[in-house]
């Protein structure tokens, strides 16, 4: 795909996200996090999460987990979010144990500019699909969007494609998580779309 198509099909989704509610359900995409409360979402840990202005955020805690309710197999997910340059976060999905998050028991889809090593960093799937090249996302909002059909995982971030249709077959169905490591990490939209 040519370059000049990436952007104008990121374009679109970034458009789509712009959609009033009613349009967005028409299109199949779902808020999980609706912008004012944690109704839908379980904490784990201890982390000092606060919601102001429909910004999601933390910068307060050690590492902690919100953790959906519902559990999803096949699907898309959107979220935006910004995190400090020191922040460690991600998006952990099909976790198949709410109680105990891991990367051994969910894909963890990294959100870390200064891991110390890098080949799992910002953009990767931890312990499943290096990143290359990676995206630095500190200190501006961010979007990405993560995509689990069958055992084919892919995630592009603001546009840029980090892991491209990975094949694993270790987790099919779970929850989906937003980690707080360290830092400060906030969160505008989490929305899924079920494929």
Request: proline share 4%.
């Amino acid at each position: 795909m040519h370059r000049r198509q990436v952007l104008q099909l990121g374009g679109l989704a970034g458009l789509a996200a712009m959609l009033p509610p009613a349009a967005r359900a028409a299109t199949g995409w779902q808020k999980l996090w609706d912008g004012r409360s944690l109704k839908g979402w379980t904490r784990l840990g201890e982390a000092k999460w606060t919601i102001a202005d429909g910004i999601l955020a933390c910068s307060e805690g050690p590492i902690s987990y919100l953790v959906s309710d519902a559990e999803f197999g096949d699907f898309a997910l959107r979220a935006e979010f910004w995190v400090s340059e020191d922040a460690n976060s991600g998006i952990f999905i099909r976790c198949t144990n709410p109680a105990d998050v891991t990367p051994t028991n969910s894909y963890e889809v990294n959100i870390f500019d200064r891991r110390p090593d890098p080949t799992y960093a910002t953009g990767a799937i931890v312990g499943v699909a290096k990143v290359v090249d990676m995206p630095k996302a500190g200190g501006r909002w961010n979007l990405m969007e993560i995509t689990a059909k069958g055992d084919r995982l892919s995630v592009t971030l603001n546009g840029r494609r980090t892991v491209d249709n990975v094949q694993d077959a270790a987790h099919a169905r779970g929850r989906i998580t937003l980690q707080y490591g360290a830092g400060t990490v906030k969160f505008r939209t989490v929305e899924v779309q079920a494929l």
